[in-house]
């Protein structure tokens, strides 16, 4: 990996860093694409860059580790620790173990010189979290990284009649706004608005064919934050 780095970090900074000077005082977020080939996110997150908000978007191409790659195993090991019935539980197998993808995202976040970094992986997501394994999780957060799964989404957005693309953005988005404002959080009800937790992952469907931030949530952002949250959402409702 260190290797890959070197040859392609010159670049990727040179990239930041003229980001940084065309959008002065934006949150500098990179898009890692480690397995989900969301082709089209690209054109979401120029959309997203073009309202000139808080955020400023740019994918990152760097190959990814095979730690990043690989579930099963190293997620098993730990979930056995904390669940008696993990032979029970045959999807755990598809969650990776988010500390592992937590390092080597914020090494490669430094490195770059982003202020967060989300990573889109193709498993489930599975965590440590107030004294228990939580798992088969849609996103998470940890500090400055991000991280999305992009597991059966694909399945999820057809059925909602949603391109990829804008699922993953949906999803992205969600966490972003959490990641960045306290105030906000999932809530457990299901209400088409993508801050549902989604427990049943099928709810995800009705979030999807929504897709936007409810009032209710918009409410818990700073106020100069509100119309562009709003604006994102209707750029995904709108892709196609």
């Not at 934006?26 to 989900?36: F, L, S």
Request: glycine letters at 8%.
């Amino acid at each position: 990996m260190r290797s890959t780095l070197a040859i392609r970090a010159a670049n990727q900074v040179k990239r930041a860093k003229q980001l940084e000077s065309r959008q002065k005082g934006q949150i500098r977020i990179a898009v890692w694409d480690i397995g989900i080939s969301a082709s089209e996110l690209g054109e979401v997150l120029e959309e997203w860059n073009a309202l000139k908000g808080p955020f400023a978007f740019t994918q990152v191409f760097i190959s990814a580790p095979r730690q990043l790659l690989l579930a099963g195993e190293r997620t098993i090991e730990v979930a056995k620790k904390w669940i008696r019935d993990v032979d029970d539980r045959p999807e755990i197998q598809s969650n990776i173990f988010v500390e592992g993808v937590n390092a080597v995202a914020e090494d490669v976040r430094r490195r770059l010189g982003f202020d967060k970094i989300a990573v889109l992986t193709p498993h489930m997501l599975a965590f440590l979290e107030g004294g228990g394994f939580c798992y088969n999780y849609f996103s998470v957060s940890m500090g400055r990284v991000i991280i999305v799964s992009g597991f059966d989404l694909r399945n999820y957005a057809r059925k909602a009649r949603r391109p990829f693309a804008s699922a993953v953005g949906g999803l992205l988005l969600a966490q972003v706004l959490v990641n960045e404002y306290p105030r906000l959080g999932f809530h457990q009800e299901t209400r088409g608005c993508l801050l549902d937790f989604n427990r049943d992952r099928g709810g995800l469907v009705q979030t999807l064919r929504k897709m936007r931030v409810e009032k209710s949530c918009l409410e818990q952002l700073p106020e100069s934050a509100r119309a562009y949250a709003a604006k994102m959402a209707d750029i995904l409702a709108e892709f196609e």
